[in-house]
């Protein structure tokens, strides 16, 4: 079978980003393991100190400006199956119909894979923390206040927003023979965004995991009092200061004067998220930097998340592979097939700080119950090793491949 994936960017082994590294794994283990011939179309090069990667036999730099003629005759000479889009910079998502009708011309199928959550665009979220300290020091104000009072209206304007939005998730689903995204609790808000009641066209697969070792009964057991955070210091997508709030609440806790809290990162709000903690007086919260997380992971004894949406989040698969048990707010569909509320970690109605805090206490204060949800958080990784991936890949290559014949 001949595959070519299209993404925004140029591949690299080096670059980071979500859906680079998505297609460095699943390319290395379709063309070693399985025999693929893999193929590369991207809009932009990626900068130079990057490396492509080198196990595609083919690539095809594109334009918003799509030479219908050049893309046919690449599809024809490399006997293209299959066309794989990646979630594209809106400016190019123009291109998909003439890319779907080019590929029907040649004989091959169309898989549109989307690694977002819908309607992450209008999930962005503002807080008058943040607000207030853009005014105060000169940061960023007007972008956070705006940002405070979308998040504060965004009753008013979610079902404007959501008709405006509509041509970025119909265009896409009109122009492909299947539409991959990350969760089955992604199938009715996808096609909310997109104006439609139904689809068979629909199918999930999450992310495979990056590491290649899970936490053994050892590790759990010689796990510290530590609390995790591993993100991107972005308020208006990880609303770390909602963390940072219910930390707080913890160190007035005196039975819990022996755990700490661990922020491993960096982004634009870092100086925000010291101030909070210089402002709150937090004694107990440590800032490591950007740091390789591993390590992080196998001494921590919780991982907590408050994003506001997220599409997989790597992070999450990271933390209970390496057997850290998760308290989060149920703001993303796939947090529900990664964690099982009560099983391998504690989910939380979205925005409640007082059940968030008490999940965390709880999990604090019962180390029979950690050590039983760090097992339960291994085990669960396991769905996600690379074999089970592919496995599903393989179920819609195969089936797109009957329809040709």
């Not at 070693?32 to 492509?52: A, R």
């Not at 599409?311 to 998760?326: F, I, R, S, T």
Request: hydrophobic share 40%.
């Amino acid at each position: 079978m001949n595959l070519l994936t299209i993404n925004s960017f140029n591949c690299s082994a080096q670059a980071m980003g979500g859906v680079n590294q998505t297609t460095v794994t699943l390319t290395t283990y379709f063309t070693e393991q399985l025999g693929i011939h893999c193929y590369l179309g991207f809009f932009e090069n990626l900068p130079s100190i990057y490396e492509p990667l080198p196990l595609f036999e083919g690539r095809i730099l594109l334009s918003r400006y799509f030479d219908e003629q050049g893309f046919a005759d690449f599809l024809r000479s490399n006997k293209i199956d299959i066309v794989q889009v990646n979630f594209l910079k809106k400016e190019n998502l123009k291109t998909l119909p003439q890319i779907y009708k080019i590929a029907h011309q040649c004989g091959a199928k169309v898989i549109y894979a989307f690694h977002m959550c819908p309607g992450f665009q209008i999930h962005a979220y503002g807080s008058w923390l943040r607000a207030q300290y853009g005014l105060k020091y000169n940061d960023n104000a007007f972008a956070e206040t705006k940002k405070w009072l979308l998040t504060a209206t965004s009753w008013l304007w979610r079902g404007i927003a959501r008709r405006a939005l509509q041509s970025k998730y119909r265009i896409p689903y009109d122009s492909c023979d299947k539409v991959v995204v990350l969760s089955k609790y992604y199938f009715p808000t996808y096609l909310y965004y997109a104006g439609l009641e139904k689809s068979e066209k629909m199918s999930a697969i999450g992310n495979a995991l990056r590491f290649n070792e899970f936490a053994t009964d050892q590790d759990i057991q010689q796990k510290h009092k530590t609390v995790l955070v591993v993100a991107r210091f972005d308020e208006d997508t990880k609303r770390i200061s909602i963390m940072l709030k219910a930390w707080r609440e913890i160190e007035q806790d005196a039975r819990l004067s022996e755990w700490k809290l661990q922020l491993v990162g960096d982004g634009r709000d870092m100086a925000f998220y010291k101030y909070l903690v210089r402002q709150w007086h937090l004694q107990r919260v440590e800032f490591t930097g950007r740091q390789q997380p591993k390590e992080y992971y196998r001494n921590a004894s919780m991982f907590l998340m408050t994003s506001c949406a997220e599409g997989w989040p790597m992070v999450l698969m990271e933390a209970v592979q390496m057997g850290v048990p998760v308290v989060a707010m149920d703001s993303f569909g796939s947090l529900h097939d990664i964690i099982e509320d009560g099983v391998n970690g504690s989910i939380v109605p979205n925005n409640d700080m007082s059940a968030f805090v008490a999940a965390m206490k709880q999990m604090m204060q019962n180390e029979e119950l950690r050590h039983k949800m760090s097992r339960h958080a291994v085990e669960r990784s396991k769905s996600f090793v690379i074999d089970e991936v592919v496995r599903c890949w393989k179920q819609v290559f195969s089936e797109l491949i009957q329809e040709k014949q």
